[in-house]
C-alpha cells in the first residue's frame, strides 16, 4: 500500500479543486417546471414510419410543455436509441401536494 504525502501548501488547492468538481456536478441538475393547472388530454398523433434504416430508433410521443404561460403542444418525434434494446419511459405531469403540477422527466430503461 502506497501513502500519499502532501505538502501543506498543496491542501488548499486541492480543496478549490474539490469545491469546483462538486459545483460541475451540481450544474447538471435540470430545471423544475411547475404549472399552475393539468394540462389537456394528450392529442392523438399519426406515427409516422420511421426513417430508412432506423432500426436502432424509437418514437417518442408528443407532449404539453408549460411555457411559463400557456399549454404548447410538442410534437412526438423518431430518437435513437442508446442501446437496441432501450425502452423509452415517457416523461408526464405529477401532482403537488402545494398545488400545481411538476414535470418528470422521461428516461431510457434497458
Do not use: C
Amino acid at each position: 500500500m502506497r501513502t500519499l504525502h502532501l505538502k501543506p501548501s498543496h491542501v488548499p488547492v486541492l480543496a478549490a479543486f474539490g469545491l469546483l468538481l462538486a459545483g460541475a456536478a451540481s450544474a447538471q441538475t435540470s430545471t423544475v417546471v411547475i404549472a399552475p393547472s393539468a394540462p389537456p388530454a394528450p392529442r392523438v398523433e399519426t406515427v409516422p414510419p420511421p426513417p430508412p434504416g432506423a432500426q436502432v430508433m424509437t418514437w417518442q410521443p408528443g407532449r404539453w410543455a408549460w411555457n411559463g404561460n400557456a399549454w404548447a403542444w410538442e410534437e412526438g418525434h423518431y430518437v435513437q436509441r442508446p442501446q437496441p434494446a432501450a425502452v423509452w419511459e415517457p416523461g408526464h405531469w405529477e401532482p403537488q401536494s402545494s398545488g400545481g403540477y411538476v414535470w418528470v422527466d422521461g428516461r431510457w430503461r434497458s
